[in-house]
């Protein structure tokens, strides 16, 4: 059984070996973790696998690489980036965080060892798929471990086309990166004991194509057992995720970008070059009106039985504990800062209206928008159709579902807007993330923060970091500090809102739910054009 060796609350010994970590302003910090195989060679593109351990005492002080992603110096205009060097395949590693080992004290004052099992918060990072890093110092875990008295584990997993790229796949050669996610959690269940963890009161918490993972996650066969609670930031369920076959002919125009004609050419293939073919297929798959996503998940029909929109409302898993939200303006991340959809016309809006809702409804859709928007511009009314077609709409429609089944979740949306950059991006994707973690000093990089009041800033921020903690400890985010809230219930809807203000409010997002319900649109979680389940 793993344990401690003596009081350095830096050094564990886990079944693997031995780990050093460091103390880092009082929370002790265990990074670059492995928890499985290094993916290279004949790993490449092949399910994670056991970590064999390591001889003496492995350091633990320093990140790992992060897995391989395209890269721009200077970052973006919204994020400012979202990943930095170094990058290497040999990236299957986690970091964990916590406020003392068991058989350390927990302060220097502390007359005994600190033995209590605490909580345990898993972060999968978000990244459209193609970027991203639990190393980042964004998702640093010290906050939580240190105001919520929890042990935070961040993971990083194969991205892009060295985790989304289906090769083989009558043989399991898809979804990669779930294979790492699940090797991460029965890591954490095997060893987080040792950092004073309680297996068995374990969250997972993602955001973006993050919340995407947890879901899916929630759903797989092997997972029962492995988590209690889920945290879904901004999971864009409304993606239509492609089958085997559809996976394949994405596979195909990969295949031919990149000049390779079977697996073992694009094996020999160094990762740069990979990245390289990734930046080609956004340019081929992307469409006007509709957010880039060059690689998705595949429902596979046996890890990803179906769409992970649906997980939480089947078998075991429909047992566990939900929080969901989405933030007012998701789609302003992608699109408010393009010329190209900033100038779009009245015409051009209602044509990409009509993919949703046909040709004869788009003029009522397009008035509709306008009325919950006094003033839009076409490109306002083509955001808030993106907002809700990926984001809102969904994730209302899983906590419907799961109101009629019994089991409710607590939902909320993000309404500050940031004054950054003219005001353009309004509550955007992403916009919550440095108010959940409570950690403004780490996202001094992001030019999306500029210009917001401190006061309120702070305010928002402990209010939301404290609703987090609470709900990773008890399943129910209240705590002292905000107003009641309410599970959604179908005669309720009750929707916490985060702004200035918080608020308890009842169906926040009606007139969207309603929109389209009225078109068929949301008859599911992760359903198609026509309103069926994809199963």
Same mark, same amino acid.
């Given at each position: 059984m793993a344990h401690n060796p003596g009081?350095?609350?830096? %050094? =564990?010994? /886990?079944?693997?070996?031995? /780990?050093?970590?460091?103390?880092?302003?009082? =929370?002790? %910090? &265990?990074?670059?973790?492995?928890?499985? @195989? +290094? +993916?290279?060679?004949?790993?490449?593109?092949?399910?994670?696998? *056991?970590?064999?351990?390591?001889?003496? !005492?492995?350091?633990?002080?320093?990140?790992?690489?992060?897995?391989?992603?395209?890269?721009?110096?200077?970052?973006?205009? =919204? @994020?400012?980036?979202?990943?930095?060097? +170094? &990058?290497?395949?040999?990236?299957?590693? @986690?970091?964990?965080?916590? +406020?003392?080992?068991?058989?350390? *004290?927990? !302060?220097?004052?502390?007359a005994a060892p600190d033995a209590a099992p605490r909580p345990v918060l898993v972060w999968i990072h978000g990244g459209g798929f193609v970027s991203g890093s639990g190393s980042l110092p964004n998702y640093s875990g010290e906050t939580f471990a240190r105001d919520g008295d929890l042990v935070v584990v961040s993971v990083n997993y194969r991205i892009g086309a060295l985790g989304y790229l289906a090769l083989d796949v009558e043989d399991g050669g898809c979804n990669h990166w779930l294979t790492d996610q699940l090797a991460a959690l029965r890591w954490v269940q095997e060893n987080i004991a040792a950092f004073g963890g309680d297996p068995d009161a374990v969250t997972v918490a993602g955001q973006s194509g993050g919340a995407m993972s947890t879901a899916a996650l929630a759903g797989h066969p092997q997972a029962p057992g492995l988590m209690r609670r889920v945290i879904l930031q901004s999971p864009p369920f409304g993606l239509d995720l492609p089958d085997p076959e559809g996976c394949r002919e994405r596979t195909g125009a990969y295949l031919e970008i990149a000049g390779a004609k079977t697996v073992e050419e694009l094996r020999a293939l160094p990762w740069p070059a990979l990245a390289g073919v990734t930046g080609s297929l956004f340019a081929l798959t992307t469409r006007w009106g509709y957010w880039p996503t060059p690689f998705l998940p595949v429902i596979d029909g046996a890890a990803v039985a179906r769409h992970p929109a649906q997980s939480l409302l089947h078998g075991a898993a429909a047992d566990i504990d939900v929080m969901i939200g989405w933030t007012r303006e998701e789609a302003n991340f992608g699109f408010a800062l393009d010329p190209g959809h900033a100038a779009a016309t009245r015409e051009q809006v209602t044509d990409r209206i009509a993919d949703t809702f046909g040709t004869e409804a788009a003029p009522e859709a397009y008035a509709a928008y306008e009325r919950t928007r006094p003033g839009a511009r076409p490109a306002d009314v083509l955001m808030d159709l993106i907002t809700d077609e990926l984001f809102r709409v969904p994730a209302v429609r899983l906590a419907e579902r799961r109101a009629e089944s019994g089991r409710p979740v607590w939902a909320y949306q993000f309404d500050l807007p940031t004054p950054a950059l003219d005001g353009r991006l309004g509550a955007a994707h992403c916009l919550e993330l440095p108010f959940v973690f409570a950690n403004f000093d780490q996202w001094s990089h992001a030019p999306f923060l500029a210009g917001l009041a401190p006061a309120t800033r702070d305010g928002l921020a402990h209010t939301m970091h404290e609703a987090w903690i609470a709900f990773v400890r008890t399943g129910d985010p209240n705590h002292p500090a905000m107003p009641r809230w309410d599970p959604y219930e179908k005669d309720t809807r009750t929707t916490m809102r985060f702004d200035s203000v918080v608020a308890a409010l009842g169906d926040l997002a009606g007139p969207s739910r309603r929109l389209h319900e009225s078109a068929g649109r949301a008859a599911a979680p992760g359903a198609g054009a026509d309103g069926a389940d994809q199963e």
């Amino acid at each position: 059984m793993a344990h401690n060796p003596g009081p350095d609350p830096t %050094v =564990v010994e /886990l079944p693997a070996g031995r /780990l050093r970590g460091a103390i880092e302003n009082g =929370v002790a %910090v &265990f990074r670059a973790v492995p928890y499985a @195989l +290094p +993916p290279v060679g004949e790993l490449r593109w092949r399910p994670a696998q *056991p970590h064999p351990g390591w001889s003496g !005492t492995r350091d633990a002080t320093a990140d790992g690489p992060s897995a391989p992603q395209m890269y721009m110096d200077g970052g973006d205009p =919204v @994020l400012g980036g979202h990943g930095s060097p +170094p &990058f290497d395949e040999d990236c299957l590693t @986690l970091n964990v965080w916590t +406020p003392a080992t068991p058989a350390a *004290p927990a !302060t220097p004052e502390a007359a005994a060892p600190d033995a209590a099992p605490r909580p345990v918060l898993v972060w999968i990072h978000g990244g459209g798929f193609v970027s991203g890093s639990g190393s980042l110092p964004n998702y640093s875990g010290e906050t939580f471990a240190r105001d919520g008295d929890l042990v935070v584990v961040s993971v990083n997993y194969r991205i892009g086309a060295l985790g989304y790229l289906a090769l083989d796949v009558e043989d399991g050669g898809c979804n990669h990166w779930l294979t790492d996610q699940l090797a991460a959690l029965r890591w954490v269940q095997e060893n987080i004991a040792a950092f004073g963890g309680d297996p068995d009161a374990v969250t997972v918490a993602g955001q973006s194509g993050g919340a995407m993972s947890t879901a899916a996650l929630a759903g797989h066969p092997q997972a029962p057992g492995l988590m209690r609670r889920v945290i879904l930031q901004s999971p864009p369920f409304g993606l239509d995720l492609p089958d085997p076959e559809g996976c394949r002919e994405r596979t195909g125009a990969y295949l031919e970008i990149a000049g390779a004609k079977t697996v073992e050419e694009l094996r020999a293939l160094p990762w740069p070059a990979l990245a390289g073919v990734t930046g080609s297929l956004f340019a081929l798959t992307t469409r006007w009106g509709y957010w880039p996503t060059p690689f998705l998940p595949v429902i596979d029909g046996a890890a990803v039985a179906r769409h992970p929109a649906q997980s939480l409302l089947h078998g075991a898993a429909a047992d566990i504990d939900v929080m969901i939200g989405w933030t007012r303006e998701e789609a302003n991340f992608g699109f408010a800062l393009d010329p190209g959809h900033a100038a779009a016309t009245r015409e051009q809006v209602t044509d990409r209206i009509a993919d949703t809702f046909g040709t004869e409804a788009a003029p009522e859709a397009y008035a509709a928008y306008e009325r919950t928007r006094p003033g839009a511009r076409p490109a306002d009314v083509l955001m808030d159709l993106i907002t809700d077609e990926l984001f809102r709409v969904p994730a209302v429609r899983l906590a419907e579902r799961r109101a009629e089944s019994g089991r409710p979740v607590w939902a909320y949306q993000f309404d500050l807007p940031t004054p950054a950059l003219d005001g353009r991006l309004g509550a955007a994707h992403c916009l919550e993330l440095p108010f959940v973690f409570a950690n403004f000093d780490q996202w001094s990089h992001a030019p999306f923060l500029a210009g917001l009041a401190p006061a309120t800033r702070d305010g928002l921020a402990h209010t939301m970091h404290e609703a987090w903690i609470a709900f990773v400890r008890t399943g129910d985010p209240n705590h002292p500090a905000m107003p009641r809230w309410d599970p959604y219930e179908k005669d309720t809807r009750t929707t916490m809102r985060f702004d200035s203000v918080v608020a308890a409010l009842g169906d926040l997002a009606g007139p969207s739910r309603r929109l389209h319900e009225s078109a068929g649109r949301a008859a599911a979680p992760g359903a198609g054009a026509d309103g069926a389940d994809q199963e």
